[in-house]
Antibody, heavy 121, light 110 residues
Framework: QVQLVESGGGVVQPGGSLRLSCAAS????????MHWVRQAPGKGLEWVSV????????YYGDSVKGRFTMSRDNSKNTVYLQMNSLGAEDTAIYYC??????????????WGQGTLVTVSS | QSALTQPPSASGSPGQSVTISCTGT?????????VSWYQQRPGEAPKLMIY???KRPSGVPDRFSGSKSGNTASLTVSGLQTEDEADYYC??????????FGGGTKLTVL
């Protein structure tokens, strides 16, 4: 069965950096695009980024562009999110999600349980 | 990438039908048939309920249906059940390989 397990969350000071990981299993990881989606406490979902199946293309939401970098290692079935210049507005649960079908379909068919990032001094 | 507009809340009695709207613009909802809907229960990860406007993944009850007209997409839940009580989010492709979510609707089953 498909499993996505995020890790790397924690408390970080404003201006700091953090790298999240999402380990995948139960499907042919190297053939699917992957997304990061976040949810601030008590708030709605916000799309963060997507990476193509081979890592050659990455796209970001306006609020994280230039600060966050998504990458993947298909040999380890893992996707990453490097987050720099963090601010309080980045405090959220970060979910990774598997894309299904064509990239633009927005068909996020499996999600991890999320990892909490708290930006605070 | 402005968030899509959803009503904050919706409600219905068991057995009734309820429709949740999701309004975007001609650059997202209105321009692509790539609207999806997600159900999120408290403390859980979101779950895909509808994709590409009106398609249901296997395992999702046919009580859930989707539609779109112009810049507004809709999710209809028929024959409401208590387990349908959750937050619902719409999502649309917004061009240039980016996506936008709605603000979410809390569905209460009275």
């Amino acid at each position: 069965q498909v499993q996505l397990v995020e890790s790397g969350g924690g408390v970080v000071q404003p201006g700091g950096s953090l790298r999240l990981s999402c380990a995948a299993s139960g499907f042919t990881f190297s053939t699917y695009a992957m997304h990061w989606v976040r949810q601030a406490p008590g708030k709605g979902l916000e799309w963060v980024s997507v990476i193509s199946y081979d890592g050659s293309n990455k796209y970001y939401g306006d609020s994280v562009k230039g600060r966050f970098t998504m990458s993947r290692d298909n040999s380890k079935n893992t996707v990453y999110l490097q987050m720099n210049s963090l601010g309080a507005e980045d405090t959220a649960i970060y979910y990774c999600a598997k894309n299904s079908g064509v990239l633009r379909s927005g068909k996020f068919d499996f999600w991890g349980q999320g990892t909490l990032v708290t930006v605070s001094s | 990438q402005s968030a899509l507009t959803q009503p904050p809340s919706a409600s219905g009695s068991p057995g009734q039908s309820v429709t949740i709207s999701c309004t975007g613009t001609s650059s997202d909802v209105g321009d692509y048939n790539y609207v999806s809907w997600y159900q999120q229960r408290p403390g859980e990860a979101p779950k895909l309920m509808i994709y590409e406007v009106n398609k249901r993944p296997s395992g999702v009850p046919d009580r859930f249906s989707g539609s779109k007209s112009g810049n507004t997409a809709s999710l209809t839940v028929s024959g409401l059940q208590t387990e349908d009580e959750a937050d619902y989010y719409c999502n649309s492709y917004a061009g240039s390989n980016t996506f936008v979510f709605g603000g979410g609707t809390k569905l209460t089953v009275l």
